[in-house]
């Protein structure tokens, strides 16, 4: 299967802004849900936010509520995660990440997602 690609990571200072892209592949289900994860050096990996193909089920970490928005355009096969007033803690690798079948709700956890990029380092100074 193709692989999932990050790009859009960079360094920004605190208050500023990123838009982090994700190309995503078309699994064999007709159902599937994308998610964006975060994972800082000796940390585990933490969920930020995911979305079903549908572009509903749309759950957020509260650490990232009403500042990351999640988007997807299936015809473009990518998904989108814009950060606004970003800050020092936000700072990670960046992973997005795509978890097959037909699920009632999006999942924060990173154990129920089939496939994952290469990430995409995000720094924040302050």
């Known amino acids: 299967q193709v692989p999932l690609i990050e790009s859009g990571g960079g360094s920004v200072q605190a208050g500023g802004s990123l838009r982090l892209s994700c190309q995503y592949s078309?699994?064999?289900?007709?159902?599937?849900?994308l998610g964006w994860f975060r994972q800082s050096p000796g940390q585990v990996r933490e969920f930020v936010a995911a979305i079903k193909w549908s572009g509903g089920g749309i759950i957020y970490a509260d650490s990232v509520k009403g500042r990351f928005t999640i988007s997807r355009d299936n015809a473009k096969r990518t998904m989108y995660l814009q950060m606004n007033s970003l800050k020092p803690e936000d700072t990670a690798a960046y992973f997005c990440?795509?978890?097959?079948?037909?699920?009632?709700?999006?999942?924060?956890?990173?154990?129920?997602?089939?496939?994952w990029g290469q990430g995409t380092q995000v720094t924040v100074s302050s």
């Open positions: 990440a795509e978890r097959a079948g037909a699920f009632s709700r999006s999942s924060p956890y990173a154990a129920d997602y089939d496939l």
């Open positions: 078309i699994p064999t289900f007709s159902d599937y849900s």
